[in-house]
Structure formats: C-alpha cells, structure tokens
C-alpha cells in the first residue's frame, strides 16, 4: 500500500490490487456509509456483513463490485476507537500507515488500486474538504430538472448506496462520466441530452481540480 497527499487533507492510499483495497477497506467504508441499518455505525464483524450482503445482492461479490472508496478522517477516529480491540490484521496495518495524519489533520481519505478512480474520489475529497466547492454543487443539484435527479437517486439506491451520499455521488458520478466518456453507473438510465447536465458538475470541478490540485 502507498500513500500519497494529493490535495490538502485528502490522501490517496494505492493497493497492489483490489482483493487486497477491498478486504482492508471494507469494513471502514460499511461503517461509514453502509446502506443496511444493522451495520452503518454499528458493531459487526466480516462474517456478519459478508452474510447480510450475501442476502441482498445474491451472492458475496463485494471484491468485484467495488474498486474505489472515500472516507473522512474523523470516521476512521471513531472506526479506530470503536473496533481497537478487534481489528482484523489488515485493519491494523492500515492504521499504522495513518494514524498520524488522522490523529493531527482534519483529513479525508481515497483508496484504489490504479488511477482510474482518482477524478470520482477527488470529487468526493473535495465535496467534504472544500466548502466553496460543495455550496457550488449543492446549489447546482438544486438546479437540475427533478426527474434528472429522481432517476439519479433510485440508480444509487439499487446501486447500493445510502441517502445520506447521494448528492456527493451524483457529484462525483458526472465528473466521472464526463472524464470516462461513458456512464459509470450502470443502473442509471440516461436520456438523450442529458450529458449536458453532467458537464455542468465537471465544470465546477474542473476549476477546483485546476486550482488546487497538485
């Protein structure tokens, strides 16, 4: 694993390969952001979650369903103190690596195991870290015509995605699909046209991205 800080407070931690980024990570991000009531910021072990998974999607394929991840610092804090004594040795191992960032930076991490997914989880660095950055999406999604984001929202949920980060990952998708030049989210049905609505977000990023980015 590699970190490298590629904005202020955002780090990007880069795995050799996606077993290794999504069973060291995997834990920390259904923490975070899980879409099932029993384990978002509760107590579970891997086996519990493999099981509920497993019954939701029909089969345990969260190592190929999944190649990049964001979270904030202070969630992996509470992950930390939550699980100190009963962490996985992966879990561990990751610690070691940023326990000195989290514990004395208002930070943000992004994890992948190649470049590919740097555009969509920078966006996500950015909608938490810069405030500028996220009042500007917000008031863009406010734009948006509501069937645009209704059919947006239901793609995510069946995506597997919780309420709470829908609008980061609306955000995020369209920048990725502007850069990509195809849709990143394979449950989202999209009209003729509508790639206009999506360079609207990529606009706002590209600023930033250009600003900032280093």
């Not at 996606?18 to 086996?47: A, C, D, H, N």
């Not at 690596?97 to 966006?123: K, M, P, R, W």
């Not at 990143?184 to 600023?207: H, M, R």
Request: with cysteine.
């Amino acid at each position: 694993m590699r970190l490298k800080q590629i904005y202020s407070g955002l780090y990007f931690l880069k795995f050799p390969n996606q077993y290794e980024l999504t069973m060291t990570m995997i834990r920390l991000q259904e923490f975070y952001e899980s879409p099932y009531l029993k384990i978002r910021g509760k107590v579970f072990t891997l086996e519990e979650f493999m099981d509920i998974y497993a019954k939701n999607t029909g089969n345990f394929t969260y190592c190929t369903d999944w190649n990049g991840f964001n979270i904030p610092g202070e969630i992996i804090i509470d992950f930390y103190l939550t699980y100190w004594d009963d962490l996985r040795e992966k879990e561990k191992q990751l610690w070691s690596q940023i326990d000195d960032i989290v514990l004395n930076n208002y930070s943000y991490f992004i994890a992948g195991c190649d470049n590919t997914v740097l555009a969509h989880e920078t966006a996500h660095g950015l909608f938490y870290l810069n405030e500028n950055y996220r009042k500007q999406i917000l008031e863009l999604i406010k734009t948006m015509p509501a069937g645009f984001i209704y059919r947006f929202q239901q793609a995510l949920k069946k995506r597997g995605y919780c309420k709470k980060v829908y609008a980061d990952e609306i955000q995020a998708y369209c920048i990725d699909n502007i850069i990509s030049g195809c849709n990143q989210l394979d449950t989202l049905k999209v009209l003729p046209g509508e790639k206009i609505l999506w360079k609207q977000f990529y606009k706002i990023f590209k600023k930033y991205y250009r600003e900032k980015l280093k």
